[in-house]
C-alpha cells in the first residue's frame, strides 16, 4: 500500500512481446511503460525528454503504431507488441530511416534521435504524409532541441520517395 | 506501406559520401548512445540509487521543518538528505560564475529562489523515490515582500557592472557619442526588451555519483567542462590541493600532472547550448551518495530544469544611433539593463557585438546588472551577442528607414574595415560576401522594399535582414598523440562532445595531421583522467582542442619521419625526412619508394611514438582583430486578419574562416538559426511576478520550435582562408546563426505590417497591441 495514495501498487502480470522476443513481468501499475523499458528492462534507447508527453523523446512502437511510452501504463498494455529503437535494424543492416538519418546528419546531440525515429517509421506506416509540409505537421510530436528538422524532414522524404520507386 | 502515395516533394540530395558523417552516428540512431540518465546498476557493480529533488514552492524565507517521517517509512526509501543531516561542503570558486560559486545546496535553511532544492529522496528505485519525494512535507515562514523577480520591479538593485561574460568590459567608452548623438542629422531612439527563455534541451540534467573505498570520487553527468567540475568538486568535498585548480593551472602550463581522487566522465550531452556546466546537481548526487555509501543516480524532471539549471535571463537595451547626411554612423550608445541572480556572477555580455559591428568614431556601452530573487541566468548559445544584435540590428532597420537607404546598402556604408573597438586589422572578413550571397538567394533586389506593400494569397509578406557576427577565441588545451605499433593512433584530450561533432571534427583533424585514415584515429574525450582539454564553450573547441591536436599530431609525424629514413629495414632508409608525404596511412617518398605506417610502426623499438602539446595559453591573442561574421535574410508571411506570423524562408550565408566538416558545421547554422527563430517568435519562460515562480514548466507552454514552425531554411557557407589568424584557419560556427536572427525576422515583420516590434519574444498578442496603438 503507497502510504501517500492508499492505492495498492502491487506488481501485476502482464505478457509484452519486445523487440519479437516475449516477456513475462511483474509490474506496479504506477509504472509507465517509459519507465518499464529504461529502468528494468534496461532498454535506455528510448529516451526520456519530458515524462509527460510533450516532447516525443520517448516515442516507441505499440502494435506497429508511434506511441509516447512515458503516458502509456504499462500493465494497460498486456500482450502488446513493442518495438523499440533497439528493435529497428541491425548493425549489418540498419532500418532505412536509420540510414537516412545517418546520411543527412538530421541529429546532433542525437537526444531525440530514437523517438525521431521511431515516429518516423510509424509515420511512414501510416501512409497519410506525403508532401514536406504533411511531415513537417506530423512530425512536430517530436522535438528537437538542436534544430535538425530541415534534415530529419529531408531524411524522412528520402524514405518515403525510395518506397515510392520500389 | 505508403506505396500509393503520390511524393509531390523531393528530398534534397544527401551530401557527398566523401564527407565523414559523425562517428558517433550509428550508436545515435541505433539507441546505443549513453547518456548519463542511460546508466543501469550493471554498469555500477549492480547498486545504482535513485534520488529525486525535493523543491522550494517559495522564493524567500526560511525552512521551518522537514517532515519526512512518512516518506523514510515508505518502501525502498534509503535516505532523506536536506540541510539538517546533509555534510557540510567547502566554498567553491566556479569558473564560469556558476551559482554555486556563492550558493552550495543543502547548506543552511536560507531560502534564495523558487525552486530551489530543498531536499533529495534517496531509494532503490525511481517509482519509490518519487513516491516518496511527493510525501515529504516542508514548512516555511513568511517569505519576503521585498522581494524582486523582474527588471520592472528592481527596487533599487541596479548597478553598473565592471566586467560581463567571460570577463568583457561591462562600460565602454570609444570617443564621445553623447554629443556626436545630439549633433547627428538622423537619430534613432528605441528600447527592447527579451524575456527569460531556458535552454530547453532535450536530455534533462543528470548525473551519477560514486565514492570509492579510497575515498576517491566519480561522477559522469553531461558538462561542457570536465576539469572544471572536477575542480569544484575537490573544493567543495575538502580533497587536497591535487584535486583543487593547482591541478589545472599545472596542466595548462606544464602538461604535468598529479594522482588525482575525483574523477569526471563527461558523458554524451542530449544538447547543451551553455546550460549544462556547474549545475547543482554535480553537487546534489555526490552529497546523497556520500551519506547512503552507494551510488546514486539523479535525473531532473523538466519542471526542475526550470530552476536547477540556467536560462536567459531578462533584458531591457536603449539603443542610439546617429548618423550623418550619408547615413554614416557618428555614434552608437547601448544601454543595457540585465537580469543576475542574487547568487552567481553571470552577466550577460550584450555589449559583445555592438563594439565590433560597424564603423563609428564615437562608441558609447553602459551596462548594468539587477540581482534578483531567482535561480541565477547563465550562459546560453550566442550569449550576449544574440540580444545585442536583436537591439542593434532592429535599430539599424529604423535608421535605413530614416535615412531612406536600403538596409543592406546602410550596412555595406557603416562596414567596419578594422575591428572598432581595437583598431585592429581583422585576421580576415567575408561579410560582404556574406552580404552579397545572402541577398541573391532570398531575392533582396526583388522585392518591394515599401512597408506593407506586398501580398502574396492574401497575406502580409515582408523581408528584413541583419548582420551575424560573433568574436573567436581559443582556450588553452592540452593534446596527446599515440601512435601505436599497429599503425592506428589514440588522440587524449578532455573536451566535451555537446551534439556540435566535436568527436568527428577533432578526429579529422588528427587523422588529416598524421596522414591516416579516419578509422585509424580513435579519440578519447570528455574525461578528467585524460589531459586537459578546456571548455567547450564560445564556439571554441574546434580551434582550441583542434589546435593542441594539430600540434602534437605534427609532432608526432616528425618523429615517425626522422625515424623511418633512419630505419635500415625500411624502403624510405637515406630518404630525406622533409621530403616525404604520409597521407592515407602510407610513407612516401619523392621518388616512389613507399611504406605503411603500420609497417614501420611495427619495427618501432618502443612500439609507439607518444607526443602531447599544449597551446593556446595566450587565449589566442593575436594582432589581429578574429571574429566570425555573416548574414540572415528572411521572408515572414503575416494573416491580416489572425495576425499569424510564419517565416516562410530564412537564409543565412556565414564565413567562419577553415570548416573542418561542411555537413556538420551546416547543421549547427541551421540549429542556431532555429534557435533564432525560437528566440524571435516562440521562447519564454513565464514568471509568476508575486511568487516569483516559473510558470510554464513544461514543454507544452514553454514553447520551442517544432518542425512545422521551421519552413524553408537554409545555411550558406562562405569559404573563407584564416590561416593568419590561426594556423589551423578554423574561427568556430556553433552560434553565430543565433546572433541576427530574430532582428532580420523583427525587420521583415516591419516591412510586412509596418509594426515595429521591440520585444521578443514577437507574439501577436504584441502584434495586435501594437497595431491597436498605431
Ligand atoms: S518523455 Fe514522453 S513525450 Fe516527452
Ligand atoms: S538531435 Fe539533439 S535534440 Fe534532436
Redesign the interface.
Known amino acids: 500500500m503507497?502510504?501517500?495514495?492508499g492505492f495498492s501498487?502491487a506488481a501485476l502480470p502482464i505478457t509484452l512481446t519486445i523487440n519479437g522476443a516475449e516477456q513475462r513481468l511483474a509490474v506496479?501499475p504506477?509504472?509507465t511503460l517509459l519507465?518499464l523499458l529504461?529502468?528494468t528492462l534496461?532498454?535506455?534507447?528510448?529516451?526520456?525528454?519530458?515524462?509527460?508527453g510533450?516532447?516525443g523523446?520517448c516515442t516507441v512502437l505499440v502494435d506497429g503504431q508511434r506511441r509516447v511510452s512515458c503516458l502509456a501504463l504499462a500493465c494497460a498494455h498486456d500482450g502488446a507488441s513493442i518495438t523499440?529503437?533497439?528493435g529497428?535494424?541491425t548493425?549489418d543492416e540498419?532500418h532505412p530511416v536509420?540510414?537516412?538519418?545517418?546520411?543527412?546528419?538530421a541529429?546532433?546531440?542525437?537526444?531525440?534521435?530514437?523517438g525521431q525515429?521511431c515516429s518516423a517509421v510509424g509515420l511512414?506506416?501510416?501512409?497519410h504524409?506525403?508532401?514536406?509540409?504533411e511531415?513537417?505537421?506530423l512530425?512536430?510530436g517530436?522535438?528537437?532541441?538542436?534544430?535538425?528538422?530541415?534534415?530529419?524532414?529531408?531524411?524522412i522524404?528520402?524514405v518515403?520517395?525510395q518506397?515510392?520507386t520500389? | 506501406m505508403a506505396n500509393a502515395n503520390n511524393i509531390s516533394d523531393l528530398a534534397s540530395a544527401a551530401p557527398p559520401a566523401s564527407i565523414p558523417r559523425r562517428i558517433e552516428g550509428r550508436d545515435k540512431v541505433r539507441g546505443r548512445a549513453r547518456y548519463a540518465g542511460d546508466i543501469t546498476s550493471q554498469e555500477m557493480g549492480g547498486v545504482l540509487d535513485v534520488a529525486v529533488a525535493v523543491t522550494s514552492t517559495q522564493a524567500s524565507g526560511q525552512v521551518l521543518a522537514i517532515d519526512d517521517a512518512a516518506a523514510l517509512k515508505m518502501p525502498g526509501v534509503r535516505l532523506v538528505v536536506s540541510h539538517e543531516n546533509a555534510p557540510r561542503l567547502h566554498k567553491i570558486m566556479s569558473l564560469t560564475g556558476a551559482e554555486i560559486g556563492d550558493l552550495l545546496p543543502l547548506q543552511d535553511a536560507k531560502i534564495h529562489y523558487a525552486g530551489q532544492c530543498l531536499a533529495l529522496v534517496v531509494a532503490d528505485t525511481l517509482e519509490h523515490a518519487r513516491a516518496a519525494a511527493a510525501a515529504v512535507e516542508v514548512r516555511y515562514s513568511a517569505p519576503d515582500p521585498q522581494a524582486a523577480f523582474t527588471l520592472a520591479e528592481d527596487g533599487g538593485r541596479t548597478k553598473d557592472v565592471a566586467k560581463v561574460g567571460g570577463g568583457d568590459p561591462g562600460q565602454v567608452k570609444i570617443g564621445e557619442a553623447r554629443p556626436a548623438y545630439e549633433k547627428a542629422d538622423f537619430q534613432v531612439d528605441m528600447t527592447f526588451l527579451t524575456a527569460p527563455h531556458h535552454h530547453n534541451a532535450m536530455e534533462p540534467g543528470a548525473v551519477v555519483a560514486a565514492w570509492d573505498e579510497d575515498g576517491g570520487l566519480t561522477v559522469q553527468l553531461p558538462t561542457q567542462f570536465s576539469y572544471g567540475e572536477a575542480v569544484i568538486l575537490g573544493e567543495a568535498f575538502g580533497f587536497g590541493l591535487k584535486d583543487r585548480l593547482p591541478r589545472l593551472i599545472s596542466q595548462v602550463l606544464g602538461g604535468f600532472d598529479f594522482n588525482h581522487k575525483v574523477r569526471v566522465i563527461a558523458t554524451l550531452a542530449g544538447g547543451s547550448f551553455g546550460g549544462k556546466t556547474s549545475n547543482v546537481h554535480l553537487l546534489l548526487a555526490p552529497l546523497a551518495a556520500k551519506l547512503t555509501g552507494r551510488p546514486v543516480k539523479l535525473v531532473l524532471t523538466r519542471a526542475q530544469t526550470f530552476s536547477l539549471m540556467p536560462y536567459r535571463g531578462e533584458t531591457q537595451q536603449r539603443i542610439r544611433l546617429g548618423a550623418d547626411q550619408n547615413g554614416q554612423l557618428q555614434a552608437i550608445i547601448q544601454d543595457a539593463v540585465l537580469a543576475k541572480g542574487t547568487a552567481g556572477q553571470f552577466v550577460e555580455p550584450t555589449s559583445e557585438a555592438t563594439v565590433k559591428a560597424y564603423s563609428s568614431p564615437n562608441i558609447l556601452v553602459h551596462q548594468q546588472a539587477a540581482a534578483l530573487d531567482l535561480n541565477a541566468p547563465g550562459w546560453m548559445r550566442g550569449p550576449g551577442a544574440c540580444l545585442g544584435q536583436f537591439a542593434l540590428e532592429s535599430a539599424m532597420d529604423m535608421l535605413a528607414e530614416k535615412t531612406g537607404l536600403d538596409p543592406l546598402d546602410l550596412r555595406l556604408r557603416n562596414h567596419a574595415d578594422v575591428e572598432p573597438d581595437t583598431g585592429k586589422e581583422w585576421s580576415s572578413k567575408s561579410l560582404i560576401q556574406c552580404y552579397q550571397a545572402g541577398a541573391a538567394r532570398i531575392g533582396w533586389a526583388d522585392r518591394d522594399p515599401r512597408v506593407a506593400s506586398m501580398r502574396e494569397g492574401g497575406r502580409l509578406i515582408g523581408y528584413g535582414m541583419a548582420t551575424a557576427i560573433y568574436p573567436v577565441k581559443q582556450m588553452p588545451a592540452v593534446a596527446c598523440v599515440i601512435l601505436g605499433a599497429d599503425g592506428q593512433a589514440v588522440v587524449q584530450t578532455a573536451t566535451q562532445e555537446i551534439g556540435q561533432g566535436m568527436i568527428t571534427a577533432l578526429t579529422q583533424i588528427a587523422a588529416e595531421t598524421l596522414g591516416l585514415e579516419l578509422a585509424a584515429v580513435r579519440l578519447e574525450w570528455g574525461d578528467s583522467a585524460l589531459p586537459y582539454g578546456g571548455m567547450t564553450v564560445g564556439s571554441m573547441t574546434t580551434l582550441s582542442a583542434g589546435a593542441a591536436i594539430q600540434e602534437a599530431a605534427q609532432q608526432v609525424r616528425q618523429t615517425l619521419l626522422k625515424w623511418v629514413v633512419q630505419d635500415p629495414a625500411s624502403p624510405l632508409h637515406g630518404q630525406p625526412a622533409d621530403g616525404l608525404r604520409v597521407a592515407q596511412g602510407r610513407l612516401v617518398a619523392p621518388n616512389g619508394a613507399s611504406e605503411a605506417v603500420a609497417a614501420a610502426m611495427a619495427r618501432h623499438p618502443d612500439g609507439s611514438i607518444n607526443e602531447e602539446a599544449i597551446t593556446g595559453r595566450t587565449f589566442g591573442h593575436s594582432p589581429y582583430g578574429r571574429s566570425a561574421f555573416g548574414a540572415q535574410f528572411v521572408k515572414v508571411s503575416v494573416d491580416p486578419d489572425t495576425l499569424h506570423i510564419q517565416v516562410e524562408r530564412l537564409v543565412g550565408a556565414y564565413a567562419g574562416g577553415r570548416v573542418i566538416n561542411p555537413v556538420l558545421v551546416r547543421s549547427q547554422l541551421l540549429g542556431a538559426m532555429v534557435w533564432g527563430l525560437g528566440q524571435a517568435l516562440l521562447e519564454e519562460s513565464s514568471l509568476d511576478p508575486r511568487t516569483g515562480r516559473w510558470m510554464n514548466t513544461n514543454l507544452a507552454e514553454a514553447l520551442v520550435p517544432t518542425n512545422a514552425d521551421i519552413a524553408n531554411i537554409e545555411a550558406i557557407i562562405i569559404d573563407e582562408d584564416d590561416t593568419r589568424g590561426h594556423p589551423l584557419g578554423v574561427k568556430g560556427l556553433g552560434e553565430i546563426g543565433i546572433v541576427g536572427t530574430s532582428a532580420a525576422i523583427a525587420n521583415a515583420i516591419y516591412h510586412a505590417t509596418g509594426q515595429r516590434l521591440t520585444s521578443l519574444p514577437m507574439r501577436l498578442d504584441k502584434l495586435l497591441a501594437a497595431r491597436l496603438n498605431a
Open positions: 503507497d502510504n501517500a495514495t501498487n506496479e504506477r509504472t519507465d529504461r529502468e534496461h532498454l535506455t534507447g528510448t529516451k526520456k525528454g519530458c515524462d509527460h510533450q516532447c523523446a523499440t529503437i533497439e529497428l535494424g548493425d540498419l536509420q540510414q537516412a538519418f545517418l546520411d543527412y546528419d541529429y546532433q546531440c542525437g537526444y531525440c534521435t530514437p525515429i511512414l506506416q501510416e501512409g504524409a506525403r508532401t514536406r509540409n511531415i513537417r505537421e512530425m512536430s517530436n522535438l528537437c532541441r538542436c534544430g535538425a528538422y530541415a534534415n530529419i524532414s529531408d531524411a522524404l528520402s518515403l520517395s518506397q515510392e520500389v
